[in-house]
C-alpha cells in the first residue's frame, strides 16, 4: 500500500516494501526502446520525414504557377478561393444576399468593375443603379482586396464573360 501526503492525492514515494529502483525487466525493456527508436534503423527514416515536414511547413504558399501554367489562377479559381461564391454563389447566379454576376459586361467596362470592387461603397454612392442594388439585397458588398494584378485581371475576366442577363 503507497502512503498519500496530507493535502494531496499523489503517492509520497514508493509503495511500502520497495525502494523506488526499477526492476531488470524495466531496464532491459526500456534500453530497448532507445534501441529500436533511436537506433540507426528507424534515426534515418524518421529524421528525413521530420526534414521533409519542416520543409514543407517553410516553404510558404505553393507556386501558383507550378499548378495553373501561368502567372495567375484562372478567374473562376479565384471567385472561389476569394470567398466570392458566399454571397453571389457558386456559379454566381446570385442569391438573397448579392445579385447574379451574369451579363455585368453590359454595365461594366473592365476599369470600371475594378473601381468598383475595390470600393463598392465609393462606386454606389455615385450610380442609382447601385444604390438600387445595394437597397434590394441584404449584404453590402465588402471591397475586394489581398489580390495580386494577375488575380484580379483573371477575376474581372472571369465576371464580365458570362451570359447577358444579369444586373
Not at 47 to 68: E, H, I, K
Not at 88 to 110: E, F, V, Y
Amino acid at each position: 500500500m503507497s502512503r498519500t501526503e496530507p493535502g494531496t492525492c499523489c503517492p509520497a514515494g514508493p509503495p511500502e516494501g520497495r525502494t523506488g529502483r526499477r526492476s531488470s525487466r524495466g531496464k532491459h525493456a526500456a534500453t530497448l526502446l532507445r534501441s529500436v527508436l533511436l537506433g540507426p534503423v528507424l534515426l534515418g527514416p524518421v529524421l528525413l520525414g521530420f526534414s521533409l515536414l519542416v520543409a514543407a511547413a517553410c516553404s510558404g504558399p505553393p507556386d501558383r504557377t507550378a499548378m495553373s501554367g501561368s502567372g495567375s489562377l484562372p478567374g473562376r479559381e479565384v471567385f472561389l478561393e476569394h470567398g466570392c461564391a458566399q454571397c453571389h454563389g457558386p456559379d454566381g447566379h446570385g442569391s438573397r444576399t448579392a445579385p447574379a454576376l451574369d451579363g455585368l459586361d453590359q454595365h461594366w467596362t473592365p476599369a470600371a468593375l475594378e473601381a468598383f470592387l475595390l470600393d463598392p461603397r465609393g462606386s454606389a454612392a455615385s450610380s442609382p443603379r447601385l444604390q438600387a442594388l445595394d437597397e434590394r439585397y441584404l449584404g453590402a458588398m465588402p471591397p475586394v482586396g489581398g489580390l495580386s494584378r494577375d488575380d484580379l485581371d483573371a477575376l474581372l475576366a472571369y465576371l464580365l464573360s458570362g451570359p447577358a442577363s444579369g444586373p
